[in-house]
């Protein structure tokens, strides 16, 4: 059986805190320091490696809902309907990296849909959708982070996107039930 990212990575953690830490002698502060920065940072990558694809997965979700909430406040204004129809949720690669690339497209299509209704009748409603967004997308920076130490965060990055998981769900499951 091959080790898993996870065991390789505790496996170096656990080689550095009882072989390396140990050796370096007394009077080399700044090499203990250095090696306790490093097990710190093999903590904190420990504790947000395993949710990385799930991470961008609620990205996606979340990018894309607000698009299609920013469409349809922009078809509100200009009395159309199009690409607000609720469509099933994407077949997402696997890749992370294609992942990653979808998420940055889903991103910046929002940008410009933001944009595009910045000067009208309708920003304050598109400031609010996008506040919503980035309250979400500070919440999952935040549980990611929490292992730095800037800032505190009361919950796992796993638990933040299983919550905001559920979110998308019950709006996904929401929209096919308006159709």
């Known amino acids: 059986m091959v080790p898993t990212t996870e065991q390789k990575l505790r496996s170096v953690r656990h080689t550095i805190a009882t072989t390396v830490l140990p050796a370096i002698g007394a009077d080399e502060r700044f090499a203990k320091e250095q090696a306790g ?88 409603e598109a400031w609010s959708l996008m506040s919503v967004a980035a309250k979400r997308q500070s919440a999952r920076e935040v549980a990611a982070a929490r292992m730095t130490g800037f800032p505190k965060s009361p919950s796992s990055i796993a638990e933040v996107l299983a919550d905001q998981e559920r979110d998308l769900d019950r709006r996904q499951a929401g929209a096919e039930g308006a159709r």
Not at 53 to 73: K, N, S
Not at 96 to 104: C, D, K, N, T
């Open 37 to 124: 920065l490093v097990l710190a940072t093999l903590d904190w990558i420990l504790d947000v490696q395993a949710s990385e694809y799930r991470y961008e997965v609620v990205e996606h979700g979340d990018a894309t809902a607000l698009v299609h909430d920013l469409t349809a406040l922009s078809n509100a204004t200009t009395g159309t309907t199009q690409g607000t129809d609720a469509e099933p949720a994407p077949v997402l690669p696997a890749d992370l990296g294609e992942l990653r690339a979808l998420v940055l497209a889903a991103k910046q299509e929002a940008e410009e849909r933001f944009a595009a209704l910045v000067d009208t009748d309708r920003a304050d």
